[in-house]
């Protein structure tokens, strides 16, 4: 198994910034691929971004393409989400997920238990 903390969520204002970190343990953190999924409420959990084991690629849904930067710490067994320029459409509970197979948008084996984003208007 391989546990997932999120931590760095809060309230902002619109345009403002959050950084989001995933602590990971229980496996080799550098053979997974990872990523953060958020969700809205009453609505599905929807794909922000990921980032290959290597660091060599990342991936991003088209609404936070160029606000949104995902990176990794293999030393430190750590994810980051930086996050830009925030809209209230941004807001919801973001989720650190992690897989050995998939490194962009799709079904991730682990999740962690989220952390919320609120960005008022």
């Known amino acids: 198994q391989m546990q997932l903390v999120e931590s760095g969520g809060g309230l902002v204002q619109a345009g403002g910034s959050l950084r989001l970190s995933c602590a990971a343990s229980g496996r080799t953190f550098s053979s997974y691929n990872m990523g953060w999924f958020r969700q809205a409420p009453g609505t599905e959990r929807d794909f922000v971004a990921g980032?290959?084991?290597?660091?060599?690629?990342?991936y991003y849904s088209d609404s936070v393409k160029g606000r949104f930067t995902i990176s990794r710490d293999n030393a430190k067994n750590t994810v980051y989400l930086q996050m830009d320029s925030l809209k209230p459409e941004d807001t919801g509970v973001y989720y650190c997920?992690?897989?050995?197979?998939?490194?962009?948008?799709?079904?991730?084996?682990?999740w962690g238990q989220g952390t919320q984003v609120t960005v008022s208007s």
């Open positions: 980032i290959r084991w290597k660091g060599d690629k990342t």
């Open positions: 997920v992690a897989d050995l197979w998939v490194p962009g948008p799709g079904e991730y084996d682990y």
